[in-house]
């Protein structure tokens, strides 16, 4: 059974920096296309930015485009969102995902869509 686990979130100081971790469990993520979304409190959820199978296409949101970028490391089974240039208006819980709908403009859930657990990113002075 497919298991998600992020890691590397907490709290930044503006302008700072994190880089979160997804691994996985019960799968090889190479062969999946990945996303990461977040969801701030009394917000909807937003789609941050995915990466496809095969050819690692990426996309991001508007909102975190130049600051935020995704990766694959197949030897560690794992899918990673270095974020950079942090602002406030990052903070949110972030979630790790497989098969996503993605493309230009394009970074949603579909109902076969699988979440991790969440973790929590602060960026607060």
């Known amino acids: 059974q497919l298991q998600l686990v992020e890691s590397g979130g907490g709290l930044v100081q503006p302008g700072g920096s994190l880089r979160l971790s997804c691994a996985a469990s019960?799968?090889?993520?190479?062969?999946?296309?990945m996303g990461w979304f977040r969801q701030a409190p009394g917000k909807e959820r937003e789609g941050v930015s995915c990466?496809?199978?095969?050819?690692?296409?990426?996309y991001y949101a508007d909102s975190v485009k130049g600051r935020f970028t995704i990766s694959r490391d197949n030897a560690k089974n794992t899918v990673s969102l270095q974020m950079n240039s942090l602002k406030p208006e990052d903070t949110a819980v972030y979630y790790c995902?497989?098969?996503?709908?993605?493309?230009?403009?394009?970074?949603?859930?579909?109902?076969?869509?699988?979440w991790g657990q969440g973790i929590q990113v602060t960026v607060s002075s």
């Open positions: 995902t497989v098969d996503p709908k993605c493309g230009p403009n394009l970074i949603e859930a579909s109902p076969i869509t699988s």
């Open positions: 019960g799968a090889n993520l190479d062969l999946y296309t």
């Open positions: 990466i496809t199978s095969r050819r690692n296409n990426d």
